[in-house]
């Protein structure tokens, strides 16, 4: 990879991730696009506006800069597609088809997280193998497992060198929590830190995969970087770091802020989709194919997190 280009820039993970790839692969070589100007701060830099959802400006921005990878993180989470399931199908589906033909069409590797999402009730939850059934319940998960075997025909088919993960929940101090049904893990630590409480929407003993920020990224870009031959399933790796409840984030949290509290106030529709998710996945495959292996555990996270937001005056 030499030339960039990061759909959904200004989200949780684009925001980040835009940052890892500019120190690795040099400041101007990575093209940073959203559908709206980020107001924050978070991405600075070479910037585009993009709809990823037409297909004449994906293919612009894609020649213009001359990319050569795109890293596409444009979507719409769970909890916000289950309000609007036509704009996620839209923005999920229609936004990877239009980078996989680009990627077609100009030769460009693809990397596209998929999610835990993908997979269902009627998934083996602990743990949930690699290659398993995959029925899930909500128009996001099924717009992740449509993603998984699209990018799985582009590459078959005609050779787009697409790649991908599972992302568990992920938890970081940059940006704010972004719709998704595994955001009270990130939203309890500002809580923590700003309030001394927090008030949870899942019930306490619901587990579900976490991964800190930085082990997302790292293990993104190991993927991308890693040689075609080693991979076997290539689109979709399980990737975990841990198993939390909100139960046992507070209690880690009450090692650095002993006064903290926790409330429950259960939504019924985010502690469904929840309840479809696995407790623990098998990423066996990611540690055998691309040596994949996190450095963050429940401790070493909560400490670094609540550092940083400590930390932001």
Same mark, same amino acid.
């Given at each position: 990879?030499?030339?960039?280009?990061?759909?959904?820039?200004?989200?949780?993970?684009?925001?980040?991730?835009?940052?890892?790839?500019?120190?690795?692969?040099?400041?101007?070589?990575?093209?940073?696009?959203? /559908?709206?100007?980020?107001?924050?701060?978070?991405?600075?830099?070479?910037?585009?506006?993009?709809?990823?959802?037409?297909? %004449?400006? +994906?293919?612009?921005?894609?020649?213009?800069?001359?990319?050569?990878?795109?890293?596409?993180?444009?979507?719409?989470?769970?909890?916000?597609?289950?309000?609007?399931?036509?704009?996620?199908?839209?923005?999920?589906?229609?936004?990877?088809?239009?980078?996989?033909?680009?990627?077609?069409?100009?030769?460009?590797?693809?990397?596209?997280?998929?999610?835990?999402?993908?997979?269902?009730?009627?998934?083996?939850?602990?743990?949930?193998?690699?290659?398993? /059934?995959?029925?899930?319940?909500?128009?996001?998960?099924?717009?992740?497992?449509?993603?998984?075997?699209?990018?799985?025909?582009?590459?078959?088919?005609?050779?787009?060198?697409?790649?991908?993960?599972?992302?568990?929940?992920?938890?970081?101090? +940059?940006?704010?929590?972004?719709?998704?049904?595994?955001?009270?893990?990130?939203?309890?630590?500002?809580?923590?830190?700003?309030?001394?409480?927090?008030?949870?929407?899942?019930?306490?003993?619901?587990?579900?995969?976490?991964?800190?920020?930085?082990?997302?990224?790292?293990?993104?870009?190991?993927?991308?970087?890693?040689?075609?031959?080693?991979?076997? %399933?290539?689109?979709?790796?399980?990737?975990?770091?841990?198993?939390?409840?909100?139960?046992?984030?507070?209690?880690?949290?009450?090692?650095?802020?002993?006064?903290?509290? /926790?409330?429950?106030?259960?939504?019924?529709?985010?502690?469904?989709?929840?309840?479809?998710?696995?407790?623990?996945?098998?990423?066996?495959?990611?540690?055998?194919?691309?040596?994949?292996?996190?450095?963050?555990?429940?401790?070493?996270?909560?400490?670094?997190?609540?550092?940083?937001?400590?930390?932001?005056?």
């Amino acid at each position: 990879m030499n030339r960039i280009v990061v759909t959904g820039a200004a989200g949780q993970v684009g925001s980040e991730m835009v940052e890892a790839l500019r120190g690795r692969y040099g400041h101007d070589a990575v093209l940073a696009t959203d /559908i709206r100007e980020p107001g924050d701060g978070t991405v600075a830099g070479p910037f585009r506006l993009l709809d990823v959802t037409n297909p %004449h400006a +994906v293919a612009e921005v894609v020649q213009s800069h001359a990319a050569d990878c795109v890293y596409h993180l444009a979507a719409i989470l769970s909890a916000r597609g289950e309000s609007a399931p036509q704009q996620a199908w839209a923005v999920n589906m229609g936004g990877l088809y239009n980078v996989l033909e680009v990627a077609r069409c100009e030769g460009c590797a693809v990397f596209t997280p998929s999610s835990i999402a993908a997979f269902g009730p009627s998934t083996p939850p602990d743990p949930t193998p690699q290659d398993t /059934i995959q029925r899930p319940n909500t128009v996001y998960g099924v717009t992740k497992v449509a993603g998984e075997l699209l990018s799985d025909y582009y590459h078959e088919r005609f050779g787009v060198d697409a790649r991908g993960v599972r992302y568990p929940g992920l938890i970081s101090y +940059v940006t704010p929590p972004g719709g998704g049904t595994t955001d009270f893990a990130v939203e309890i630590y500002y809580e923590a830190v700003d309030h001394g409480r927090y008030t949870c929407f899942l019930g306490p003993e619901t587990q579900l995969d976490m991964m800190y920020m930085p082990d997302a990224i790292r293990g993104s870009i190991e993927l991308m970087e890693v040689s075609p031959e080693r991979l076997i %399933h290539r689109n979709a790796f399980n990737m975990s770091a841990m198993q939390v409840t909100p139960e046992s984030l507070a209690a880690a949290i009450r090692e650095h802020i002993p006064e903290f509290t /926790i409330e429950y106030d259960v939504d019924p529709v985010r502690q469904a989709i929840a309840d479809s998710w696995p407790r623990r996945i098998d990423d066996t495959a990611a540690r055998d194919e691309w040596n994949w292996n996190p450095e963050y555990d429940l401790a070493a996270m909560t400490a670094d997190m609540i550092a940083h937001l400590r930390a932001r005056g």
